[in-house]
């Protein structure tokens, strides 16, 4: 089965982003991928870098335009799509949410970020309250499907989760680069830390892990911005790299997955049977002393 994960730059006009999305995907679909990711927040440039009341007005409902147009193409292709969205709920609550979107165009299900971080340039608990639908894997045409979103991706907790519903793909819509600033030495550290934790979760849970980044450098009023690193990757059930995007061009990434790899790497690896549950009491704590 071909995957596909949509890197691209983001602009300032949320229906030009739209357009290019869409046309990525359909590019993608006709090429034989069967699921398809966007990357996380694609419509915009990434509001969080500022706190900006005007920002509210980019969100929309789950059945909003960006949904209803992916849904159309999802029907049309019969493909399986992860949809980034920023996510009004409701006068006042908002979510950074992904819609996994059935071949037939149905919702197979929605995952909210459950981690939302606040550092500099990402500001995002300005913006989003945290989510609330749990940690979830979600039955599609095309495979077993969990979503994450970005800062989800440094927590081992989000993944085992996910992969204990059955995931065989766990896919990482993500926003994340560089303080331009920063040291190259500096920059390098953090990008192959992005990239060794998230193979690490294949490894650890046996299964497909689908990373998207986004390019370009963009920056917020008054500031220098962020340069966005790219670096879009599918690993294997082992952890091993399947195919990688560039840093800084935007295509589409595919990768050809054997889902009944999942089932091998967990026979042979046994990281699930061999779990001690009765041990990790410990784990909802927020300390041990």
């Known amino acids: 089965m071909k995957l596909a994960l949509l890197q691209h730059a983001c602009g300032p006009r949320p229906a030009a982003n739209l357009k290019k999305a869409l046309a990525l995907a ?44 992916f ?12 949809v980034s969205i920023f996510e009004k709920r409701a006068e006042g609550l908002y ?14 299900g929605i995952y909210r970020k459950m ?28 495979g077993r499907i969990g979503v994450l ?22 896919f990482y819509p993500t926003a994340i680069g560089w303080h331009p600033e920063e040291p190259k030495a500096l920059q390098a550290k953090q990008a192959a830390a992005w990239e060794t934790i998230q193979r690490s979760h294949a490894v650890a849970n046996g299964c497909f892990v689908a990373a998207v980044n986004r390019i370009g450098h963009e920056p917020p009023a008054g500031g220098k911005g962020i340069q966005f690193w790219g670096g879009s990757f599918v690993a294997g059930t082992q952890g091993e790299i399947l195919a990688q995007a560039s840093v800084d061009r935007e295509e589409i990434l595919y990768a050809d997955v054997d889902l009944g790899q999942v089932d091998d790497t967990r026979t042979h690896w046994p990281f699930l049977r061999d779990r001690r549950i009765d041990a990790y009491t410990g784990l909802t704590r927020r300390l041990i002393d």
């Open 26 to 69: 359909d590019t993608a679909a006709r090429r034989g991928a069967k699921v398809i990711c966007t990357q996380e927040l694609f419509r915009s440039e990434y509001f969080c870098q500022s706190e900006d009341y005007a920002a509210f007005a980019l969100a929309e409902p789950l059945d909003g335009p960006t949904v209803r147009a």
């Open 149 to 170: 979103i970005c800062w989800d991706q440094w927590f081992p907790e989000a993944a085992r989760l996910v992969a204990l519903q059955g995931a065989d793909i766990i």
């Open 71 to 82: 849904a159309r193409l999802a029907k049309k292709r019969r493909v399986v799509i992860v």
């Open 115 to 142: 981690h939302i971080p606040d550092d500099p340039k990402f500001y995002e608990k300005f913006y989003f309250a945290p989510g609330d639908t749990g940690f979830r894997a979600f039955a599609t045409r095309h």
């Open 95 to 108: 979510h950074n949410t992904a819609v996994v979107l059935d071949a037939d165009g149905s919702v197979a």
